[in-house]
């Protein structure tokens, strides 16, 4: 079980960057902020809601 978590963690840490690397390929530069601001709200809340 632990081990699975840990598991689970790499994979959760790598889709994270993942889709930070693909919005700022991706987005401009001059909105990328609105974009990442975003994606850390969602990150805030479900870090906060999951558990």
Do not use: C, N
């Not at 991706?26 to 994606?39: D, F, Q, S, T, W």
């Amino acid at each position: 079980m632990i081990i699975g978590r840990g598991v689970q963690g790499l994979g959760g840490g790598g889709l994270m960057v993942l889709s930070q690397a693909i919005i700022a390929d991706v987005v401009p530069a001059r909105e990328r902020g609105k974009y990442m601001g975003i994606m850390g709200g969602v990150f805030a809340l479900s870090s906060l809601a999951g558990p």
